[in-house]
Every structure is written in structure tokens, then in C-alpha cells.
């Protein structure tokens, strides 16, 4: 009755549902202060005040017919306009409202983007470990998507195999800094190298090759650490952003798109942008939210907190043996199964009620990514569970 | 620099903006009292009281975590159930929560309907006049849009035409009751005859074909007329509903999707459609807005007002000499040209400050639509305009 495109994601989805689950299983058991799930990655730091305030300042001063009225596809152009003096000021691009697009969210945000350039069978190169839903995003548009293999020391992207794998059938390449599920932020260093091959490539194959910045997490960094913007490296830069983790605001389904007039084909290229918003039914980013992101344009969740689990946990399972690299951005360890098959390694989690998600699940097994998005007790408690976890597997 | 598939939409798309800023041109010359622009089918009427107090009371009452967090891509459950039981209040359904998803509105809705059913080639079938996005979304899953030509004296479905043109390949239909452009009402006993000639096709070819219900002009019926409840006639029917409407949200992007345990495949087919929730971006709809509408199950638009507005508008018409029948639901008049290229009769209203959209843009030449969703006023101090019009088109 269904899709025959659809029928792998429905079989695949039954075992995300078992995972989520189990959770519930073990929580009705043992109490949700006793379970320690690190596997999903909703922000646990609350959205910051002035998102309550904004909200109810709007609702009692915006007539109703506009401030939950039809706008432009491409969103209110002083909401877009305050974000891109925003962006401005903070990084000193030069955008301005017609360079953003606001959308429902960055997974929306990188679908109008894969739609209004991708062909069918076009190339989208990515570096695993990846949040596998890029791939169900370019086969929305029948592209195909071309992994780089993980560097396992760094977790950088593995530019020498990236160098080799453009061909003239590449559209665009997706990263994702600070990542998920590394943690990972790719230095100016790394960032300057990408930028020269891709250009490079375009000379070589006389093609143009979109970067798409996939950045939710680019406010979660640490340690002081700079993430670079793109659009400044390579002038075909297509961002991607998100309030989700930001502002904590997931469930809201608000972002942007950036197409900097820097882009090739930039005009076409933001008309074909705006189209797909439309047509692939978000019509557009929801309105009162455009408005609250307006008002809270400058406003910050309290990234301390996620600093404060990530040293603990970083620490607590060093202390155990356990492999990882600190990383500097975004709320996931990326940890090393002490087996070679790390879904064995999960399963026996479960033991000690701790839920992880497989690398597999990134295209990169024999690793275990834990979210730390969690309230720091659980963090502090779960520690002694690692312990005799890591005891079974003799570390 | 974009995809193929896009090129069209975005030459197609500056004829739109053209109409758009030919009203803000007229609006700057003349000033917006003076422009007549029945263009837009933005609701005129404001959202209830109900939502602003919802809203203020859940940002003051609810954890900012759980409001604005992630849920299950098929949103949160306790809003489903609220819905569903509503529903079944109203209409005597038997749903509950599992029946439901909510979604980015009703164009998401279709989407995701589409996305979850459609093999390229397959064939949907629609009857003009008819939304034309409909056929953008066939197009994203690579179906084929058959289209039945209008009943221009009714305006209710040619049901002969449509037993003609169900094939094999038929994978669903969708229908639109109340009706945008011509504000009908499918009568219970148009349905009746449809459902019948679905079941025998379904028999003949042993298929199972859907039928889509897009309802986002449900509750804007007037005269007391009913609009029947899809589900009750045609087991393997499937909703599409908006709150854009029938609470004046166009702009937050809520409504939800309906697939029955009747339906054949239902539980897959509401695993499918969740999945493609998600993969197509929009992953939920808006979480705020979700619980808004829970709060606000029962509550109503005045859609007296544009029971006022239809009312003077069609008189005024009428008077003026033009032909056009009286309709029942929406806000929409679907006026017969005086000339059969409607487009010069639009080109001509523009010089009287009327803004009309040519039947064309609804695959029925030879009409106009009017969206009366205006204020009074608009309605009262246009019929001079209207009257100079019919004029010079000698009614």
C-alpha cells in the first residue's frame, strides 16, 4: 500500500522505535532517575527567557491577522533583515534580508537547498561519520550521496580521499561543524584546504560546486574554540542553520537558509530556494516564531551547562578506559567500542541501563555516540554504571 | 545553477510576484483604501481569543523543554487524542491518537500523503478547477496529475468524465470540499456516487485507490449546509486538515493528517507517512502551536463575517450583471469573465484598482476568482468599481 522508496525506511524505523522503547521499558522498571540515556539529542538546557518574553510581548501587541498571517515564502523580510545585520556584525559577512530564506527547521533548510540544485543522479559528498538522515535527503531528490571515510585519529575530514572522490558529477558537498556526532570543529586550517580543492575541482571539471553548512550546533562550542563562517572561505557557500539547539527550541521548526550573493547563480539560486519551500509544503517558516527569533536575535542558551557535562562525562569515562576524543563543540562524545561490533556494546549498556546509539547509525561502526544533553545528575550517576561496564569489557 | 525540475517554477514564479508588487504599486499610488485586492486568500478574520490566551498560558505554564522540545514525528500524543476525540464528537468517527499526525499545515499534509504512496508514473486524479499546487506536489514524487475538466454550470465533480479516466494506475484522487476556487460544497450525494465508482474501479482493477481529502475550508460553510466527513463514505479515504482557516493560522503551519484503521494498509501507511514527516524536513509540526490547538479544540473563527462579505459581494456582482454562482463554503467567488480570455478582463480590472486572479492559475479558463477574506468595507466600496467595469464590458 505503500511507496516502494518508502518500504526500506519503514522497516529500518521499527528498530529506532525499539530503541525509544527500551527506554520507556527500562524506565517503567527502574525509575527515570535510574536510567541513563544518552541517546537522543534534544537540548536539555531550557530556551532563555527572553523567548517567553518575546512570545508573550508579540501575542499582546502584533494584530492577529499579521502575526499569524501568510508572509513571503521566504519569511518577514525585517526578521530576515535583523538576522542578516546579526550575522553581520558577528562574523562581518555583508548579507542582507534577500540572502536568507527562513525555514522550518535545518532539516527543511537543507532539503529546499538539495532541491533547488540537485539533478537526479548528481553527486552529494559527505564526510562519515554523518547524521544519516543526508542520505534520505538527496534520495528525496533521486541524487546520490558519496561518503568520505571517517579519520579515525582526528575525526577531521579526510580531505586526501575528499580530493579524489569529485568528479564532474558532484553538485555539492555537505558538512557539518560543529558535528554530530564527533563533537568535532573543523579548524580555519582544514576549512582554507577544503575551500582550495573545491575550487580547484570547479576549474578542473569548469563545474560548480555548492558547500552546504550544516550548522545547528555552531553556537555549542568550547574551550573558546572559533567556528569559522563558511561563506567566507568559498563563495559558493550555502548555509544551513537552526534555533533548535541554539535557542533550544527543536520542537519549533525554525532556521535559515543563507545564499550569499557571492554564490554562482545567487539570484536563481534564492528564487529556486524560496519555490522549494513552497512547493515541498512548509509554504514557510512558522510566523510567530520568525517574530520571537527577531526580538531574541542576540539571545544565548547557557552553554556552561553542556561545558560542565561534557567535562564530567569526557573525564568520568577516560577514568574508566574507555577511548574518546575531547571534543569542542556540540552536545555528543564520540566513544570508542571496546569490541569491534558496537552494537554488542550497546546491548550490554542495557545491562546497566544505559542507552547509546551504535555508530552504525553515523556510518561509522566500532564507535558509540552519546548525547550529553542530560541534567549533570544523570551525567554524575551514570558514571558508576560505566565503571562496571567498562569492568565486562576488561578495560 | 539549479536543478532541472526547478527551471519552470522559477520563470512560472515571477508572473506571481508580478501580480504581488502590482499591488503594492497600486496600494502606493492610490493608498491601500483605494486598492481593491481580492488576490490573496489571507484570512481577513483574526485567529480567537482562545489562541492568544492558550499561548500565554502554556509559555507560563509549561517547562520550556517539553513545549519547545522534540516529540514523536508524529507529534505530541495527548494533542492527537484531543483531536481525535473531537472528531469523533463532531462526526462520529471512531479515531484516536495512532489515526493522527500532525503536520506543517495541509500542503505538508498532502505531501507527506503523496510521499508515502506514490510510484513515479502513478497517476492522482483531481478535478478542475483545482489548486495547481497539487500538481507541483505529484511532481516532487514523480506522479502523473490527471485532471478532470470542469462542470462549469455546477461546479460540482464530473463524475462521468471521472469513471472514464480511473485506470490500473490510478493510485488516488483528491478532492477539495469546501472548494477553493469555487466555494461548492460537495453534496452527500456527489460523495455517495463517487465512493461508489471508487469501490467498483477498485474492484475492476483490484487496486486500492486513496482518496485524499484536503479540508483546510471545512469549517467556513454557510447556510447551514454540511459538509460530510469523508472517512463515514469511502473506507480507503485519507485528511489532509489545516488550522490556516478555520482558526486564521495560515502562517504558523498547523494541521494534521487522518489515515483511518479502516484503510487498507493503515498501520504502514501511518508509519509511511510519519517517516516522510520527517525525512521530507519538517520532522513535526511547530510544538507551541501544537499544544495551542489542543487547548483550543472547539474553538471558531466568526465566520459570519464572511458570510457578510459573500453576501454583499455575490449581490453586488449579480447587479452589476455578472454571472456566477452562489457558493456554500470558503471565501472564494468564481466569477465567470465577461470575455472568454480572463486574463484581458483581469488586466482591465486593474485599471478600476481591482485585483483578480485569472481562472487559468486554477486550470479553468474563462473565469476569475475573488477571495472575499477582505474587510467589509473593501466589499462595499469596490461595487462602484465593479459597476464601471461591467460597464465597459457592456453587461
Do not use: W
Amino acid at each position: 500500500m505503500i511507496a516502494e522508496k518508502m518500504k526500506p525506511f519503514v522497516q529500518n524505523n521499527s528498530a529506532i522505535r525499539m530503541m525509544f522503547e527500551e527506554g520507556n521499558r527500562l524506565r517503567s522498571i527502574y525509575g527515570a532517575d535510574k536510567v541513563f540515556d544518552f541517546s537522543l539529542g534534544n537540548p536539555s538546557v531550557p530556551a532563555p527567557d527572553c523567548i517567553r518574553e518575546a512570545i508573550i510581548e508579540l501575542v499582546n501587541e502584533v494584530e492577529p491577522t499579521v502575526l499569524h498571517g501568510y508572509m513571503s515564502n521566504a519569511g518577514f523580510e525585517d526578521v530576515r533583515q535583523t538576522i542578516a545585520e546579526s550575522l553581520n556584525r558577528r562574523f562581518g559577512t555583508a548579507f542582507s534580508a534577500k540572502n536568507l530564506i527562513m525555514t522550518v527547521g535545518a532539516a527543511s533548510g537543507l532539503n529546499i537547498i538539495l532541491k533547488a540544485i540537485t539533478n537526479p543522479g548528481e553527486e552529494i559528498i559527505t564526510f562519515a561519520p554523518y547524521f544519516l538522515e543526508y542520505g534520505s535527503y538527496v534520495r528525496n531528490y533521486d541524487g546520490k550521496l558519496v561518503t568520505i571515510s571517517p579519520d579515525t585519529t582526528t575525526f577531521q575530514p579526510n580531505l586526501k580521499e575528499f580530493e579524489e572522490k569529485i568528479t564532474a558529477n558532484t553538485r555539492a558537498v555537505i558538512v557539518n561543524t560543529p558535528h554530530n556526532p564527533t563533537g568535532v570543529v573543523y579548524s580555519e586550517e582544514t576549512i582554507k584546504k577544503l575551500a582550495s580543492i573545491l575550487e580547484e575541482k570547479q576549474k578542473e571539471f569548469g563545474t560548480v560546486i555548492y558547500l552546504i553548512s550544516d550548522e545547528p550546533y555552531r553556537e555549542l562550542a568550547y574551550d573558546g574554540v572559533e567556528v569559522p563562517y563558511l561563506t567566507k572561505y568559498y563563495a559558493n557557500t550555502i548555509v544551513g542553520y537552526s534555533y533548535s539547539k541554539s535557542l533550544s527550541l527543536p520542537g519549533e521548526r525554525i532556521g535559515y537558509v543563507v545564499i550569499p550573493d557571492e554564490a554562482d547563480g545567487s539570484e536563481e539560486l534564492i528564487s529556486a530556494a524560496t519555490i522549494a519551500n513552497r512547493i515541498n509544503g512548509s509554504v514557510n517558516a512558522p510566523s510567530l516564531m520568525q517574530k520571537v527569533i527577531a526580538k531574541c536575535v542576540d539571545a544565548e542558551v547557557d552553554v556552561s551547562a553542556y561545558d560542565k557535562n561534557r567535562t564530567a562525562l569526557y573525564n568520568g569515562l577516560k577514568e574508566c578506559g574507555f577511548e574518546c576524543i575531547k571534543p569542542q563543540g556540540a552536545f555528543y562524545l564520540f566513544v570508542k567500542s571496546p569490541v569491534e561490533n558496537e552494537k554488542e556494546f550497546c546491548e550490554a549498556g542495557k545491562k546497566y541501563n544505559i542507552l547509546m546509539v551504535p555508530g552504525s547509525s553515523f556510518a561509522c561502526p566500532g564507535y558509540v555516540r552519546l548525547a550529553y544533553c542530560v541534567s549533570y545528575d544523570t551525567i554524575i550517576n551514570s558514571l558508576p554504571a560505566f565503571k562496571k561496564l567498562a569492568e565486562e569489557f576488561g578495560l
